[in-house]
């Protein structure tokens, strides 16, 4: 996944865009959108458990 923090392309605002592949998600501020970004990073390295696996 390639993450990208930049400001909005509205230049009448003051937002900031999290640009997720092709989707992005605007913050009121650039701590906010870099604040997403961290939880978002440390959620996608945090171990994952499988459920187990029934026997067929």
Known sequence: MHILVRPSANTKSQRWQVCLDQMAVD???????RLYVSTLEA????????PPQSPR
């Open 43 to 50: 959620r996608l390295r945090a171990p994952h458990l499988l």
């Open 27 to 33: 913050f009121r501020s650039e701590k906010e959108a």
